[in-house]
């Protein structure tokens, strides 16, 4: 092993993308605490480090949260506290915020406008520049996330009601942002004009329900009714909906990495079926880097539709050549590398008869650091596949993303250091080919507007204006470093 795998692998010992949180919340439904429970188990793979729902009955406002999975942060007893009608959750992965219980969302607060508790699904680029600002009027923050910074805009300013308040807050935010916030008489849905995060809205009888994925809302048999727009601000009370759109319009920049990795298969996303979009991907890939081999094999679960279309497109036959144990977890959610190394080796195990003395294609939805796919690549030359030619539904990710997907910075990822070629050879495959971001827009039914490419293109189309304090603050995450107020 060469010196620079060595340093790769200190760096990394994951080299998946991450994703930010899952929101979810119900208005107007008796069960409403345990229906969240329910939908927030549906969007788990979008944050698996900590959870939390709040809801709100006649005597008041009911919190559990806590660090881990869904199933284990509610038990029975914390689910029967959470009384009411009106309840809102989210499961998160720390992309701004150190991994500690006191980040742990809803955020809850009482200040001049009422009660409200708030679930955040994105990156403020503009979070550093906010912070110190409101910190310099006096605020004290009692969190390192930049959900927090939006309840201070909120309570700081001078309209006497909530819904002006609030509006004249969140276009004060700049990046990626779908929020939901909770108040005893209200549950509002929040999207930022670029349209980055999904969040729709559904209806089960006489509840009304917003999540970030469709899936959630087929859990519990909900109708999906629409997907909110880009800067929508949708605000559901007894007396019915508002919707307010106070942002200036923009070019709509979906995240499209949303259908490549993060987004369920089940779900329909930006209008498109995700497993739909990804099965194209794997036909267009199949006809942008054809193989000669014996079989066609996924890195599950990701790379399962768009294997299933490269083997569809070419006619090599596809198998079941790697079985993932779902019973170790979605290991690059957990934000320390504490433990990777050995559940990277458990979670996914090559099977030999499938494998052995076989050219095989193997189809996996990204790169980005490269140190996970290389243990994987010698997993399978250990089960004895005789090629193997490795084929990505993507194109290389050579950019960081400040966008709510937790990618590192530019210097450890893989594509921005190496060629296609060099990458080959330091994962020690036959060949490699990335799907064209030509190929993917077109897999996902686009001309090549209405999504950020910004991983793939260098193109941002929000540029962050205190770069070095928002690496600042990521970096605080991973380390778990002491924020100094003002720092």
Known sequence: ???????????????????????????????????????????????????????????????????????????VERLQRLKGDLAMGHTRYSTTGSSLPKNVQPIVVNCSKGQVAIAHNGNLVNAPELRDGLEDQGAIFQTTTDSEIIVHLIARSMHPSFEDSLLEAVVQLEGAFSLLLLMPDMLVGIRDPHGWRPLVLGKLEDAYILASETCALELLGARCERELEPGEVLIITKDGFQSHFPFEKVARSSCIFEHVYFARPDSVVFGQSVHEARVRMGRHLAREYPAEADVVVAIPDSGNAA?????????????????????????????????????????????????????????????????????????????????????????????????????????????????????????????????SLKGLIRAVGSDGNGYCTACYSGEYPIPVKQLDKFRAEKRIKRTGEVKRAGS
Do not use: W
């Open 1 to 75: 092993m060469s010196s620079e795998r060595d340093l790769s692998l200190q760096i990394a010992e994951d080299d998946s993308p991450k994703e930010a949180c899952g929101l979810f919340g119900v208005f107007n439904h008796e069960n409403a605490g345990h229906m969240v429970y329910q939908g927030l188990y549906a969007l788990q793979h979008r944050g698996e480090e900590s959870a939390g729902i709040v809801s709100y009955d006649e005597s008041g406002r009911h919190t559990e949260k806590g660090m881990g999975l869904v199933g284990e942060v509610f038990s």
């Open 307 to 435: 294997a299933l279309g490269y083997s569809l497109e070419s006619g090599i036959p596809f198998d079941m050549g790697i079985i993932r144990n779902h019973y170790i977890g979605r290991t690059f959610i957990q934000p320390t590398t504490d433990g990777r190394s050995f559940k990277a080796k458990v979670k996914f195990n090559p099977v030999r008869r499938v494998l052995e003395g076989k050219r095989v294609v193997v189809i996996d939805d990204s790169i980005v650091r490269g140190t996970t796919c290389a243990s994987r690549m010698a997993s399978l030359r250990a089960a004895g596949a005789e090629e193997i030619h490795l084929r990505i539904s993507c194109p290389p990710v050579r950019y960081s993303c400040y966008y709510g997907i937790d990618f590192p910075n530019q210097e450890e990822l893989i594509a921005h250091r190496k060629s296609v070629d060099e990458i080959a050879e330091y994962l020690g495959v036959q060949s490699l080919g990335y799907l």
